[in-house]
Structure formats: structure tokens, C-alpha cells
């Protein structure tokens, strides 16, 4: 119990630095052009990233996890709301694995 | 935007508070179920309530804390796990950058704060916001983030009994289909699909051609994937508008 406190305390210091370092050091530097283009196109790209393949092993089957993420991005495509697209996909992966 | 009807100047920290509070209501929706999920996958290996609970507390980042569960029941080593997450978690150094170029407030206090919220949905909202320049909006933004992925961990781990185990692994999926739900409605220009699917086929190449011969972990292929796709994109779109 001990030891696992002391992981998470770790896991937290290892979240929280990626996240403050360029808040407080990267805010007076000028980026160039370039560099303001690619920091846009990150959000994208590490959605994308996340997705594909991690999508797959996100279930008990590689089939049920492919079903849920077709109903997430069917629902998604029909532009409605985050939590239905999120409730939607269990349920669509509970369907799946019940049937 | 609503036009403010406030006495107070709209450049004053608690309207815009405020109306960081009100654009997170999406992204803390959507939250309670992935933290419902979070916490009852934990449940379901055993971890104490008490590590489940302070996961959320002071760590705040769902991918890792799904990680860090899954990686504990595999019985990885715990520098393994920091290793793992340290580097599923640079990402958040790309977001916290393009922010620092955002966000107009100086305040290292306010900065060091809103660092702490830094997360892909808290990110995705803040960087399509105009809103977001001011410190405090996105203080708002990242705050109640924060208590809904904290109750929605509280729900999941006190309401675990009642559900059926298929249910419970059925949860799994949650996280990606909120990164799905974020990422399929952006895809309407041009240069940000190209960058998607460039990040997908490169992770595809490093999963299936890569790894069998070199061993890379997930952390440094999502690192690797998203910025060769966003430099390519960056190299290729010169003049148009990105977002």
C-alpha cells in the first residue's frame, strides 16, 4: 500500500512535469513560423496516435473493441454529443460481447 | 458568446472564470463516464480504493492512469510504469507549449496552475477557444475538468458492485471513444485530415513492421507517430489556415 502510494506520487511528478516546464520556460521565447504550425497540428495528430492501434486492444476481443470504435466514430460523424459517442461505444461493446 | 451583462470589465478575472467554468461543461460530461470506467477498472483488479481515488486526485491524466492500472495487473515493474507513463505524458509537453504561445496572463502562480489541468480534452477546448488567451478562462476550463473526473472516480469506484463483469469490460473502449468523438468532427480541413492519417499509417508501420524487430513501447511510438505527422504537416501546409 505504501509502495503504491509512493508510484502514484511518483506517476504524478512525471505528469506534471511536461506539463509546467514549457508554461513557465517556453512563454517569452518567439517560435518561429514553422514551429507555430506544427504545435497546431498536435492536438490532431496525437488524437490520431492515440486511437490507432490502442483502440484495438481496449476490450476483451479485437472484434468487440473494432465494433465499439465503429459506433464511436459513426455517432461521432453524426456530430452528437461527447457522452453520447462515449456511452453509445460500451454499450455497443456490452451489445457485442452479450450477443 | 453571449454578450455579458456583468458590472465588471469583461477582461476581469471571475466572468472569465466563469466562462472557463461553462466551455469545460462538454469536456466534464464527458468525463464522469471515462472516470466512471476508470474507477471501475480498477475495482475489478483489485487496486484499493484508497490509490484508485488519489490516482485521480494528484495525477489527472486518463491514458496514463488506464495504463498504470493495466500495466500493475501485468506485474510490469514500477520504473517500468514511470518510464511508461513519463513518456505517454510528453505529449502533454507539446500541448503545455503551444498554450505557453496562448495564454497572455504572466503569472507564474496562475501558469503553474493551470499546467496541472493540462489534458487532451482540456487542451482541445482551450486551443479552438479565443477566450483562451486569458489565463483565467482556461483556469476555469481546466478546474471543473478536474471535479468531474474526480466524482466520476469516486462513482465508479462505489457503484462497481452493482455492475455485471461484461459491463465492466466493456469500459475499456470509453477512453477511445471520447478521443474518437474529439478527433472525427476536426477532420473537416484538409491539412488536419492529411495529418491524422499520416499519424495512423505511421503508428500502424512502427505496430506491425517496426516493433516485431525492434521492441518500442506505446508511449515512444504515440511521441514518434504524432510528431513526424504534425512536422510533415507543418512542412507541407505553408500557407493555409490549419484550424
Known amino acids: ?99 | 458568446m453571449a454578450t455579458s451583462i456583468h458590472p465588471t470589465s469583461p477582461t476581469s478575472p471571475q466572468p472569465t472564470f466563469r466562462a472557463g467554468l461553462r466551455a469545460g461543461i462538454p469536456v466534464a460530461i464527458g468525463y464522469i463516464p471515462i472516470a466512471i470506467a476508470f474507477g471501475l477498472l480498477a475495482q475489478s483488479f483489485n487496486l484499493p480504493n484508497a490509490i484508485t481515488l488519489s490516482m485521480s486526485f494528484l495525477i489527472f491524466a486518463g491514458a496514463s492512469q488506464f495504463i498504470t492500472v493495466q500495466l500493475l495487473m501485468a506485474g510490469s515493474m514500477y520504473w517500468e510504469i514511470i518510464l511508461t507513463t513519463f513518456i505517454l505524458n510528453s505529449r502533454h509537453f507539446l500541448m503545455s507549449a503551444a498554450l505557453s504561445q496562448r495564454i497572455e496572463s504572466t503569472s507564474r502562480r496562475l501558469l503553474a496552475t493551470i499546467a496541472f489541468g493540462v489534458t487532451d480534452e482540456t487542451f482541445s477546448i482551450a486551443s479552438t477557444r479565443q477566450e483562451a488567451r486569458s489565463g483565467m478562462f482556461v483556469l476555469g476550463l481546466n478546474t471543473i475538468a478536474f471535479l468531474a473526473w474526480n466524482v466520476g472516480t469516486w462513482m465508479g469506484v462505489f457503484l462497481a458492485f452493482g455492475l455485471p463483469s461484461t459491463l465492466q469490460a466493456s469500459m475499456g473502449i470509453a477512453l477511445y471513444a471520447m478521443f474518437i468523438g474529439l478527433l472525427v468532427p476536426s477532420l473537416t480541413t484538409r491539412p488536419v485530415f492529411v495529418v491524422a492519417s499520416l499519424a495512423i499509417i505511421i503508428q500502424a508501420i512502427l505496430h506491425w513492421v517496426i516493433t516485431p524487430f525492434f521492441s518500442i513501447s506505446d508511449g515512444i511510438r504515440i511521441i514518434v507517430a504524432t510528431v513526424v505527422a504534425a512536422g510533415i504537416g507543418a512542412f507541407v501546409f505553408k500557407e493555409e489556415e490549419v484550424t
Open chain 1, 1 to 99: 500500500m505504501i509502495s503504491l502510494f509512493l508510484l502514484v506520487l511518483g506517476l504524478a511528478l512525471v505528469t506534471y512535469l511536461p506539463r509546467l516546464v514549457p508554461l513557465l520556460w517556453l512563454k517569452e521565447l518567439a517560435l518561429p513560423a514553422y514551429m507555430k504550425r506544427f504545435l497546431s497540428f498536435i492536438p490532431y495528430a496525437v488524437l490520431a496516435s492515440l486511437i490507432f492501434p490502442g483502440v484495438l486492444s481496449s476490450t476483451t476481443t479485437t472484434s468487440s473493441a473494432l465494433f465499439g470504435g465503429v459506433v464511436a466514430t459513426f455517432l461521432a460523424l453524426l456530430r452528437v454529443n461527447l457522452v453520447v459517442v462515449v456511452i453509445g461505444a460500451v454499450f455497443g461493446v456490452y451489445a457485442f460481447q452479450t450477443i
